[in-house]
């Protein structure tokens, strides 16, 4: 199968083959992008092509290396309302939380999408050199306006994107239309937590470690990795994505936040009734 590239691609999905935030907050500061939302979702999305061979690695640093633990954990949390069960991860980047998911669910219909298309050809190569390429859709498509039928997914997830996005409630809008009534909607994130007995130790980690390793191995890209580590020092608390997801609708929510709060899983149900 040829590489995934951005021109000429439809909105359709390719088959493979075998800070401190205590209240509601603005979803982005997007001023050092100008005031073109456009603008700013093209900035991100060439720092994502320009660093999509080595992303996975510099993710493991800033998450500590707990980061595949924290993806297992959402896999546990999946809902399948109809078996085998659908499953779509956005902003699913090279791929690893479709291989945790996969790990755990063996029959579920996978789908994972993302508007990097360097990222995706990552995710692809891996998925076929592991050997689980059969039965996953990688689609290329912006999660503001997703190429997928209403009501098509058991469960939608994004893991690490949320606090690249600019408008949150408008994704929130997007994964209910996706959901099944009763669908599960998770979100798996990095933030800072500056009330923890850690969080000195944590700042200097992102704001100091993280950009220096990014600095010394990923030369041309250290400036996007020092994105990456302020992005999530200024993301906001769990309290505060639960009631942005409450106010857009959303049932049933609880998190959980793991490595010293560092990390946290955010999940609620879209209403029975469809709502």
């Known amino acids: 199968m040829p590489a995934l590239t951005e021109a000429g691609v ?13 209240a509601k907050t603005s979803p982005m500061d997007t001023s050092a992008y ?50 085998p069960g659908s499953y779509l991860d956005l902003a699913t980047g090279s791929g690893e939380q479709l291989l945790a998911i996969r790990s755990m669910w063996p ?12 990222m995706l050809n ?26 997928f039928e209403q009501s098509s997914f058991d469960s939608v997830s994004i893991s690490f994107g949320l606090r690249n996005l600019p408008d949150r409630p408008a994704l929130y809008r997007e994964v209910k239309k996706l959901l099944k009534p009763g669908g599960r909607f998770l979100i798996l994130e990095l933030f800072f937590d500056s ?38 020092i200024d993301f906001p608390h769990p309290a505060v994505i639960m009631d942005e997801l409450e106010e857009a609708g959303f049932q049933g929510l609880d998190h959980q936040t793991y490595t010293f ?9 879209k209403p029975i009734n469809g709502a």
């Open 195 to 232: 009330r923890n007995f850690l969080a000195p130790v944590h700042r200097f980690h992102l704001a100091t470690v993280s950009p220096w390793l990014a600095g010394r191995f990923f030369y041309s890209q250290g400036k996007a990795y020092d994105y990456l580590s302020q992005s999530i």
């Open 34 to 83: 100008g005031n073109s939302l456009r603008q700013y979702s093209g900035s991100i999305q060439s720092m994502f092509n320009s660093v999509s061979e080595r992303y996975d690695l510099l993710s493991s640093f800033l998450s500590f290396g707990r980061d595949q633990f924290w993806r297992r954990a959402l896999a546990r949390r999946l809902m399948a309302k109809d078996y």
């Open 122 to 147: 990552v995710a692809k190569e891996k998925l076929a050199k592991q050997g689980c390429s059969e039965g996953v859709r990688l689609v290329l498509g912006d999660v503001y306006k997703p190429p």
């Open 10 to 22: 439809t909105p359709r999905p390719v088959t493979l083959a075998p800070k401190e935030h205590h």
């Open 261 to 269: 709060h560092s990390a946290m899983l955010v999940w609620g149900h």
């Open 107 to 118: 029959s579920v219909e996978l789908t994972g999408m993302d508007f990097s298309a360097p």
